[in-house]
Structures are given as structure tokens and as C-alpha cells.
């Protein structure tokens, strides 16, 4: 491992391997770290990528999607047409959202080959411990940056090491496989029953779906859950995995000393459909590129936090307000039927995908 390098990236997923890419082709000696001895493994996410075009109407500010978001075939698990909102009662809701499922660790892999390919030099089994200034303590050993980028996730004690607040409010979520065909149509399903304060999915892959469910404040938790809507699924489950996803919205602060925080560490989520893989990738690229700005021709760091807010940062704001207000509906099964009902097939697209109500598009 290196022991002296222009810009150390803690946390090697989309945020932290857009990030390392972005900075290494500007020229800059960049160094990522992750604690897992493999990369994407264990997964724990839905893998689910909304398309490029999606995600041009719902983020219209954000730039570089062309470069950054075409998923080639070899990563497509299945392409999905639509989704299908389940009601309390079982009522179905159909709507369009074109995007494909992939396999994340094959997809984050592609991420961080694509950082090595620029220059960016990968340790693995490597965890960040602890900062002072300019000097990072890993498991490995110190190592001398001038940059420190935090992108290891929702709970980023790399973040935390600059002062930077954690999101307000991490939903706990679960995620598994199950084995079987289930078409080309997500599934949405709602109830306090089956996932209170949030949704369980099915999101189908190749021969299996990814099935999970995200909450907020639950009565038992996620595993016991989980177990429920598999048994009255009659699915048998594999590779289950828990985490949390931040559905509060950006921190305040992004930039603070030498630290930039990006992806998940920063809140850069759409907290009403609980997606980040896209908005990490996005200010993955912007923090790449400001990092190397800042290093080369003397730009100052905090550029970064003007550039992605001013990109994404109202829509991801807009989403945690929408995620605020429904948090209100999704307490009550007869508050969830009603608002289904009159939202429709098209006002539930636009409230979970577009994280906001009223939108026609
Ligand atoms: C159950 C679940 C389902 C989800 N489903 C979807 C979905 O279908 N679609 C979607 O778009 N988003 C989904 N998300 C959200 C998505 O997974 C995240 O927004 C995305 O992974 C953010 O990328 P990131 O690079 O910021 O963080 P991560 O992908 O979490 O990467 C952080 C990396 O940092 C590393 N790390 C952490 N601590 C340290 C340390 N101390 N030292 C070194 N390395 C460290 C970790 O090992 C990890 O590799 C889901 C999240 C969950 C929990």
C-alpha cells in the first residue's frame, strides 16, 4: 500500500470508485481503500438501476449520466419494463420505469476496474481507523493524503473524523435472493404489516429476484420481517443481508477541512425510493473532478458542495420532504389504501421515482 499519495478514497462502491476514477485520469496520484477482502461482497442492495432516461427526468440538473450510466449487457441481469404498487389490501397499481437489475458485486467491480484502469492503486482488507489532518490510520498502516475522500457508506467514520454529521435517520433494510421466474415488472409492496414506514420488493433478476424490505421505526425487527413475507410468499430465501439506507437527505456540510463526503456518506440518496447507486455515481464524478481542480490549479475544495447541490441537491431535498410527508400516511393501512387510490398508477410513479407529488411529466 502506498504511504504517501494526493488523495486517499475511503470506500471502494460507485461512490468511492467514481470518485478514484475521475481523480486518477485528471493525473493525481489517488490511493482507494476498502475494508472487504472482496469487492461488492456481501451484497446488500436491491440492484436495481433506474434507465438513464429516468434518471435524466428525475435529476434534470445532473450532467455526465451519458458517460456515466449506460450499463453494458454483461451487467444487465433483467431488463424491467414497469412496477407494480401493492396495496394493504392487495390492489395493484401499474406503472412504467424502465432500468434493469444487475448483479452489484459484478456492477461495483466494473466501477473499481474502471478506477485501476485510470491509475487509482485498490487495497483491499484495508479499514480506515482513524484521521489527523493529513494522516490516515488504517489496519494496514499510515498513509499521507492531501485529500481524504468519505465514501464508506451511510455510517462513515471517515466523515465523522472531520466533524461532519451523520444523516438524521437511517432506514434499516434487508435484502436476499429467491430462486424462480417473476417476469420483467418490480413489486412494490405496501403495509405496516409487511414492511412498516417503508415497502417490501421483489425485483427480479435471472432466475431469481432480489426480495427485501426497507422500514422505518419497526415493531420486530428486519430479520422477523423478512421471514414473515417469505413464508407467506412461500419463498425460500439465500445470501440475506442487512443494512441501512439514509432517507433524511444530504448532511449540511460536505466539505470540512481536507474531507469531501460522497454517496451514501453524504446523503446522497433519493430518500422516497431509497436509490443511491445513480446519485452516488453522480457526485462520485463531480467530487472526482473538484478534487483535481483543487489539487492542480488551486481551486477551492467547498467548489464540490456548490457543484453537486446544485446539480441534485434540490431534487434529493424535494425526496426527503415527499419521504417526510408520506412517512405520515405510510403509519395507517387506511391512510396507505386511500392516498394509492387517489394517487394512481401515475401519481405513485411520481412520488417514489421522482420523489415528488403532482409532477407531470
Ligand atoms: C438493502 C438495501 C437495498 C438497496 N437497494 C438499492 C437499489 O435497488 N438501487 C439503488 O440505487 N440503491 C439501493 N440501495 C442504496 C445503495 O446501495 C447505496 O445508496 C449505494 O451503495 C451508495 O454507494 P456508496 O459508494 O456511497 O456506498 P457503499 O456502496 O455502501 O460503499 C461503501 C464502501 O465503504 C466501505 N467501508 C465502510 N467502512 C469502511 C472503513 N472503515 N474502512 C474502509 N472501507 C470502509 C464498505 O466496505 C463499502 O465497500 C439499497 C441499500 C440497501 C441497504
Not at 499519495?5 to 481503500?33: F, K
Not at 467491480?109 to 494522516?135: I, M, N, Q, Y
Amino acid at each position: 500500500m502506498l504511504s504517501r499519495c494526493d488523495v486517499i478514497v475511503v470506500g471502494a462502491g460507485p461512490a468511492g470508485s467514481t470518485t478514484a476514477r475521475y481523480a486518477a485520469e485528471a493525473g493525481l496520484d489517488v490511493l482507494m481503500i476498502d475494508k472487504r477482502k472482496e469487492i461488492g461482497l456481501p451484497v446488500c442492495c436491491g440492484e436495481f438501476n433506474a434507465s438513464p432516461e429516468i434518471l435524466a427526468e428525475a435529476l434534470p440538473g445532473a450532467r455526465g449520466l451519458d458517460e456515466l450510466l449506460p450499463i453494458g449487457p454483461e451487467l444487465v441481469q433483467r431488463r424491467i419494463r414497469g412496477a407494480v404498487a401493492v396495496s394493504p389490501k392487495g390492489r395493484e397499481y401499474e406503472f412504467d420505469l424502465p432500468g434493469c437489475t444487475v448483479n452489484r458485486d459484478a456492477f461495483d467491480r466494473h466501477l473499481a476496474d474502471a478506477a485501476v484502469r485510470a491509475g487509482t492503486v485498490l487495497s483491499l482488507d484495508t479499514k480506515f481507523l482513524g484521521r489527523e489532518g493529513r494522516r490516515v490510520s488504517t489496519n494496514r498502516g499510515e498513509v499521507e493524503a492531501r485529500v481524504v475522500v468519505a465514501a464508506d457508506g451511510p455510517l462513515s467514520p471517515t466523515a465523522r473524523s472531520a466533524g461532519m454529521e451523520r444523516n438524521a435517520v437511517l432506514a434499516p433494510a434487508i435484502t436476499c435472493r429467491v430462486d424462480g421466474e417473476f417476469g420483467d415488472r418490480l413489486r412494490l409492496i405496501f403495509g405496516s404489516s409487511v414492511a412498516p414506514g417503508g415497502y417490501a420488493w421483489v425485483f427480479p433478476k435471472r432466475g431469481c429476484a432480489n426480495v427485501g424490505l426497507g422500514v422505518q421505526r419497526p415493531a420486530a425487527p428486519v430479520p422477523v420481517l423478512l421471514r414473515a413475507f417469505l413464508a407467506r410468499n412461500g419463498f425460500a430465501a439465500r445470501d440475506v443481508q442487512a443494512g441501512f439506507v439514509p432517507v433524511s437527505g444530504p448532511i449540511p456540510k460536505t466539505v470540512r477541512e481536507n474531507v469531501i463526503a460522497v454517496g451514501d456518506a453524504a446523503g446522497h440518496v433519493v430518500a422516497s425510493n431509497g436509490g443511491g447507486i445513480a446519485t452516488a455515481m453522480i457526485c462520485g464524478r463531480l467530487a472526482g473532478l473538484a478534487v483535481a481542480r483543487h489539487l492542480l490549479d488551486g481551486e477551492p475544495l467547498d467548489a464540490y458542495e456548490r457543484n453537486w447541490r446544485s446539480m441534485v441537491g434540490g431534487e434529493l431535498l424535494t425526496a426527503a420532504r415527499t419521504k417526510r410527508m408520506a412517512d405520515r400516511v405510510l403509519r395507517s393501512d387506511f391512510l396507505i389504501e386511500r392516498a394509492m387510490h387517489l394517487l394512481g398508477g401515475r401519481g405513485i410513479r411520481d412520488m417514489i421515482v421522482f420523489g415528488g407529488l403532482g409532477i407531470t411529466r
